[in-house]
């Protein structure tokens, strides 16, 4: 079936600094999605995108939809110490289908 | 407006019980789904529910099954617990049918089967 994977798994990184991630599937998604999940919160949605090539922001996020259909890209800059959590990419075929994720990226920030 | 509002937070069980997690959808919202977070893993869609009827299932065996009511609020049960049950139960709901981008989540049941 379909399955992404996530890397870095996990990352420690100074307040201030900018943070990278990346998402790779199996197989072509339509909409790929960016999820921000604290402790004992469900995930909370960052940043969609819906076109190959689109390079979204949303504050000091940014996220870019690979050109392939098979990729997207999280950055963060100037990473602040609220910015601790696990980053989950997403990506679904149609509206229609089934969100699967990705398993997770969990930051860590050091003040 | 009011979220997704999940009952109870944190549940304990037993094997071979059974198990009753509640979910009403955010304000507006038609449409429920369910998903199951093992610990350090991402959420694994379990159904989605739209007017009352089953929209979709993933790779759960029947006996976890759900229900919708007319208030679009929403349960999901689970009988004869296992062990690998143990997780963080989400509910998310979303405007309407075709709109799974847009899942609003809760905050989840932690369920602990011992």
């Known amino acids: 079936g379909q399955q992404l994977n996530q890397s870095p798994q996990s990352m420690f990184i100074q307040e201030g600094e900018d943070v990278s991630m990346n998402c790779t599937s199996s197989?072509?998604?339509?909409?790929w999605l960016w999820y921000k999940q604290d402790p004992g919160e469900g995930p909370v949605l960052l940043i969609a995108l819906y076109k190959a090539g689109e390079l979204t922001s949303n504050g000091r996020l940014t996220a870019q939809f690979g050109i392939t259909r098979k990729d997207s890209f999280l950055n963060i800059s100037a990473s602040i110490p609220s910015d601790v959590g696990i980053y989950f990419c997403?990506?679904?075929?149609?509206?229609?289908?089934?969100?699967?994720f990705g398993p997770g990226t969990s930051l860590s920030v050091i003040p | 407006e009011t979220g997704v509002t999940q009952s109870p937070t944190h549940l304990i069980k037993t094997r071979g019980q059974q198990v009753t997690l509640r979910c009403s959808s955010q304000?507006?919202?038609?449409?429920v789904s369910w998903y199951q977070q093992a610990l350090g893993q991402g959420p694994q869609f379990i159904f989605q529910y739209y007017r009352e009827e089953e929209n979709g299932r993933g790779n759960f065996p029947p006996r976890f099954s759900g229900l919708q009511f007319p208030n679009y609020s929403s349960e999901l049960n689970v009988n004869a617990l296992e062990l690998d049950d143990s997780a963080l139960y989400l509910c998310?709901?979303?405007?309407?049918?075709?709109?799974?981008?847009?899942?609003?989540f809760g905050s989840g049941t932690q369920l602990s089967v011992l």
């Open positions: 197989s072509i998604f339509n909409t």
């Open positions: 997403a990506g679904l075929g149609t509206s229609y289908d089934k969100v699967i």
């Open positions: 304000s507006g919202h038609n449409t």
């Open positions: 998310a709901s979303s405007p309407g049918l075709g709109t799974n981008e847009k899942l609003f």
